[in-house]
């Protein structure tokens, strides 16, 4: 039971954490429940898709199609976070200070919204896959479901569910007017991050190989594989033996992400215009 | 309205541009070592051998078979490798070249049985 429970945890904790900061990040968008959950859906049923699936993805391009297919929907959530952080930077405080009138917040929410909803899907999806494909070795190897097993993996769910929430409610206690500036920045550092391992998932498909050399080595400090470097990882981008081309591309999401934020910010309205 | 969605189409064409550029930038400097390709296979979900050998400084291709019915995940913290090996079927892990050393690896689904050693020379 112990086992399941650790590896289900261990698994669901990245996407706990993303599920937490994405619902802190829309607290002013309306119907952001209802999105969330439907990403949550769709990521379990992609989960179960790619498991059932796994023997054609791993054989598709010539060996490569895990690396290939983790990067591309890592690639896939990178841009869908930082079109969230761009969007939000131009209509955030529209939402939070009820500018636009109802419906058309409703609208506009609605594609920031789906941008998130896939980010949370794809979250429980590369890491659910895993999961389901554990789980389901476990239930063949032992002719069926054993109850301890199943235990184990609902106390793992709970516990990875329990994180989403106390992210969330941690976040919440940050004062109102800092909410949005805190949560962009965590959504810009989960994007940086997640970049980087897109490309180091190419670089494991011997796609990218400039800039190969290990930078340094940290795993001796904090290995990334121990439960505080995968928080960590999943929240900053932490690697403990990152490729000058991994380095390169999570400072470059991160100057990309701010630039794009500055020219979408709206223009301050003078004062002499303002009511 | 028009202009912002301008503004959005012009900053996905250029998070798409930029995308493409960090995905091709290291495609013409492909590896010029030899690669050494090594065999190991999984059975009752255990190595098959458990210890493996392999030369330092060249890219090693790791062929790993599952003789199992289930899937397993190959996994190693020292080589920074993390891949599902699907039932009955096999999967090759790229490694890139490695200092003399002993490298650790395990079953990521069952790591009581399923643990291994490169030994790089």
């Known amino acids: ?275 | 309205m028009s202009t912002t969605a301008n503004k959005m189409k012009r900053t996905g064409a250029a998070l798409v541009a930029a995308a493409l550029w960090l995905c091709f930038a290291g495609l013409p400097q492909a590896s010029a070592q030899q690669t050494v390709t090594v065999q190991i296979s999984i059975q009752n979900h255990r190595f098959q051998p458990s210890v493996i050998a392999a030369p330092a400084n060249q890219p090693i291709a790791l062929r790993v078979k599952n003789l199992d019915p289930t899937a397993m995940e190959f996994e190693s913290v020292s080589l920074r490798v993390e891949k599902v090996v699907p039932g009955n079927g096999e999967a090759t892990i790229n490694i890139r070249p490695l200092a003399p050393g002993s490298y650790k690896f395990f079953d990521d689904f069952h790591q009581d049985t399923g643990n291994g050693v490169l030994v790089v020379k």
């Not at chain 1, 941690?170 to 989960?190: D, H, K, N, W």
């Open chain 1, 1 to 275: 039971m112990l086992a399941a429970l650790v590896i289900v945890f261990r698994e669901v904790i990245e996407a706990g954490l993303i599920v937490g900061i994405v619902m802190a990040a829309t607290k002013a968008v309306t119907h952001r429940g209802q999105w969330i959950t439907g990403g949550i859906i769709a990521g379990f049923i992609g989960a179960c898709l790619v498991a059932l699936f796994v023997g054609a993805i791993t054989a598709a391009f010539a060996g490569m199609g895990q690396e290939l297919f983790n990067a591309t929907v890592l690639g896939i959530a990178v841009v869908m976070l930082t079109w969230h952080n761009v969007w939000m930077a131009r209509h955030g405080r529209e939402i939070a200070t009820e500018m636009l009138t109802l419906g058309k917040a409703v609208v506009a929410g609605s594609r920031t919204l789906l941008a998130l909803a896939v980010v949370v899907g794809i979250a429980i999806l590369r890491e659910g896959s895993e999961v389901v494909l554990f789980l389901y070795g476990i239930m063949t190897s032992e002719g069926g479901w054993s109850l301890s097993i199943l235990l184990g993996g609902l106390l793992g769910l709970a516990l990875g569910a329990l994180v989403s929430v106390l992210t969330y409610l941690g976040l919440l206690r940050i004062p109102g007017r800092y909410l949005f500036a805190v949560t962009s920045l965590m959504i810009a550092l989960l994007a940086a991050g997640m970049a980087a391992q897109a490309v180091g998932f190419l670089e494991q498909a011997n796609m990218v190989t400039a800039l190969g050399t290990v930078l340094w080595n940290s795993s001796g400090i904090l290995s990334d594989s121990s439960l505080l470097g995968k928080v960590l990882r999943t929240l900053i981008g932490y690697n403990d033996q990152p490729t000058g081309m991994e380095a390169a591309v999570y400072l470059a999401t991160l100057a990309v992400t701010y630039i794009l934020m500055k020219i979408a910010a709206p223009v301050p309205i003078p004062a002499h215009l303002r009511r």
